[in-house]
């Protein structure tokens, strides 16, 4: 697991940190596209280079420092409509970086025509070490739904390969983060499992999608007719409970009326993001980042 930093800062911290950056901010402002471009390359490399978990620290602070925006984040428990939500949300000046998307293509084998950034942190081979070769199909893919009928009967399996996919998930994501920031878009994550993995406090604004749960089981189902009602229930069961998210959520999203309404109230919202600047907590992070990896802190 990276060692992200907490979502909060000692009180007699915060002030003066939040003084000192908002004044490095003005000092050294964001250049604009293509000028920027140094500073779009730098973090990439420093990723690339290096894996310690100072380094890493740096690497967030490096981002932290030259963003004004942070990204804004989706989740919600499966089957309850992030997708549909995503569909609403994504513009011309939003990029989506989808979580699942990235789980899934770390699972490939790595070929010559892989991506380096899939090939760098790829988990297939711990995978197959690990749950050994009765999960590969006869191409040498991984079988997700052998896969997926171990890791949700048994939850030190699901512990485990958690344990092997969410760190490159992690690198793989911030990669873009930093990409897509530097390109001056609204940077949407769709993370379901924000919540279980920590990583609130990276996002200025979190929605939850709501749904009922008969309806959400009745979608599962739909969607996966492959799978029987018994394994549908063990995947909604495996995660975490959506009430204490829905707590959680800077906006809940309720998407127990027509589908269309929650895209036509996604599309306004984002027009009332656009243009929103945070320089508050992700400032105080990143300065505590700063001291972490100087070794004050």
């Known amino acids: ?42 973090p990439c490399i420093l990723l ?33 409509g992030k997708s549909t939500f995503v569909k609403g949300y994504l513009t011309s000046s939003t990029s989506l970086i989808d979580l699942d998307g990235i789980a899934h293509k770390i699972l490939l084998p790595p070929t010559s025509s892989s991506s380096f950034l899939y090939t760098k942190f790829s988990s297939y081979t711990s995978i197959i070490s ?29 512990r485990l390969l958690n344990k092997l996919t969410h760190p490159n998930i992690r ?5 873009k983060i930093i990409l897509n920031t530097f390109k001056g878009k609204i940077v949407l994550v769709d993370i379901p499992l924000l919540y279980e993995s920590k990583l609130g406090f990276m996002f200025s604004l979190i929605y939850v999608i709501n749904l009922k749960p008969d309806e959400q089981l009745k979608r599962l189902i739909n969607r996966n007719p492959e799978l029987s009602e018994k394994e549908c229930k063990q995947r909604i069961e495996s995660q975490m409970n959506l009430d204490f998210k829905l707590r959680k959520a800077d906006k809940v999203v309720d998407n127990n009326g027509p589908e269309y309404v929650m895209r036509e109230w996604a599309k306004v919202e984002v027009e009332r993001v656009k243009g929103r600047e945070m320089i508050g907590w992700e400032i105080i992070w990143g300065g505590l980042g700063l001291l972490k ?3 004050f802190i």
Request: some cysteine; proline content about 9%.
């Open 1 to 42: 697991m990276l060692p992200f930093l907490p979502s909060y800062a000692p009180p007699l911290l915060s002030l003066p940190l939040s003084l000192l950056f908002q004044r490095l901010r003005l000092l050294s402002p964001l250049p604009t596209l293509p000028t920027s471009l140094l500073f779009t390359l730098l």
């Open 48 to 80: 690339f280079l290096f894996s310690t978990y100072s380094h890493i620290s740096f690497l967030i602070t490096l981002l932290m420092l030259r963003i004004s925006k942070r990204p804004v984040a989706v989740t919600a428990n499966i089957a309850c």
């Open 171 to 175: 690198y793989i994501m911030l990669f």
């Open 293 to 295: 990896f100087l070794g």
């Open 130 to 158: 690990t749950f050994g070769s009765s999960i590969l199909n006869s191409d040498k893919t991984i079988n997700r739904t052998t896969l997926g009928s171990i890791i949700f009967s048994n939850p030190s399996k699901r």
